[in-house]
């Protein structure tokens, strides 16, 4: 079933470490938008400077957009972990319900690190039917119901990846779920996925599933996505491990997709670092040759002791 309602405001939180994946994850979404109207970002930014801040803006073409920037004080979050690679400004998106008047009804929170492959006008369009929000499942939601996750997340009846989260806003702030949230995070300062656990424990039976188009995990970074087709093609692409397609000198399949946005920003990588990338990506091979020689080795060794043993036993 969907609503009527046009697209709204979309949501991104960003650091000055993040402020290049930023700039290309909004090129994806204004080049894949069908509308022809302008779309509305609104940031929440911890330390991005005015220049950068232009720069982003300046990655996208002339009109298309317009960014809102809200600073955010981090300061309250400061007692909760993540992951080594993840910033805290993941927990601006508990910031959400301040930054909107209670005349904005729905908003489209994205991560990042992720690229828009097709426009999301039908993402808008879905009936949340009541629910707080409408999100992906998580890979990690089969192995906590096979009871195989080793970490400890929470166990709840479903559970999914916050890096795409279509909110109701009305039913957000009347659930508290921020209050909630944080609740659990005072209980369970050191929860493995942090403010996604909090979240999923405060939506726990209060959201709906989206196809996973809308949230594709590219967890396999030796699969390139552009080449999946029908029912399996994403619309949007989440890179969600510590692998990410940007990283020079770390192989990744992706690598070439997301350039070809990446290059069309004010963040396009230039020749030294083409190059760079290039050099160790071969020493990266290099080094999976020597490795793999060496662990040749060893079994070749180990049966070689393997054998005498059983031969001073005859």
Same mark, same amino acid.
């Given at each position: 079933?969907e609503s009527?309602q046009?697209r ?8 000055k ?5 930023l ?6 979404i204004v ?6 109207e302008?779309l509305?970002f609104h940031?929440l930014?911890?330390g991005l ?7 982003i803006?300046?990655?996208l ?7 809102r ?16 690679y993840?910033?805290?400004i ?10 909107f008047?209670?005349t904005v009804?729905k908003?489209? /929170?994205? $991560?990042? @690190?992720? #690229?828009a ?5 039908a993402?808008?369009a879905t !009936?949340l039917?009541g %629910? ?7 890979r990690?939601d ?9 970490l400890p ?5 479903d ?5 795409v989260?279509l909110?109701d806003l009305?039913q957000?702030r009347k ?5 909630t949230?944080l ?7 050191g929860?493995? /996925?942090? $403010?996604? @656990?909090? #979240?999923?424990?405060?939506c726990d039976?209060f959201?709906k599933?989206? !196809?996973s188009?809308? %949230? ?11 080449e ?7 619309s949007?692409v989440?890179?969600t491990?510590w692998?990410k397609?940007?990283?020079p000198?770390v192989p990744?399949a992706?690598a070439?997709l997301?350039?070809s946005f990446?290059?069309r920003?004010?963040f396009?990588?230039n020749s030294?670092d083409?190059m760079?990338?290039t050099?160790?990506?071969g020493?990266s091979?290099i ?7 060496? !662990?040749?080795?060893a079994?070749?060794d ?8 059983q031969?001073?036993?005859?």
């Amino acid at each position: 079933m969907e609503s009527k309602q046009t697209r709204g405001p979309i949501v991104l939180a960003c650091d000055k470490r993040y402020a290049m994946p930023l700039a290309t994850t909004l090129r994806s979404i204004v080049e894949t938008d069908r509308s022809g109207e302008p779309l509305e970002f609104h940031v929440l930014a911890d330390g991005l400077s005015e220049r950068i801040r232009r720069r982003i803006l300046d990655s996208l073409p002339h009109g298309s957009a317009s960014i809102r920037w809200i600073e955010v004080d981090l300061g309250m979050f400061q007692e909760f972990s993540t992951i080594s690679y993840i910033s805290k400004i993941t927990y601006a998106r508990f910031l959400i319900p301040r930054i909107f008047p209670d005349t904005v009804s729905k908003v489209l /929170y994205l $991560d990042c @690190d992720l #690229l828009a492959l097709d426009d999301l006008q039908a993402l808008w369009a879905t !009936d949340l039917e009541g %629910n707080v929000l409408g999100a992906v499942l998580d890979r990690l939601d089969s192995q906590i119901k096979n009871q195989t996750v080793r970490l400890p997340v929470p166990r709840v009846r479903d559970y999914f990846n916050a890096g795409v989260l279509l909110i109701d806003l009305h039913q957000w702030r009347k659930a508290q779920i921020v209050e909630t949230a944080l609740d659990y995070l005072k209980r369970c300062p050191g929860s493995p /996925y942090s $403010d996604q @656990d909090a #979240l999923n424990v405060a939506c726990d039976g209060f959201w709906k599933k989206l !196809d996973s188009r809308w %949230n594709y995990l590219a967890y396999n970074e030796k699969l390139d996505v552009s080449e999946l087709a029908g029912e399996h093609k994403p619309s949007i692409v989440h890179f969600t491990t510590w692998n990410k397609p940007w990283r020079p000198g770390v192989p990744n399949a992706n690598a070439a997709l997301y350039d070809s946005f990446r290059s069309r920003t004010r963040f396009p990588r230039n020749s030294m670092d083409r190059m760079e990338a290039t050099l160790r990506i071969g020493w990266s091979h290099i080094k999976g040759f020597q490795k793999a020689r060496q !662990d040749k080795s060893a079994r070749s060794d180990a049966m070689v002791d393997r054998q005498a043993d059983q031969s001073s036993f005859k």
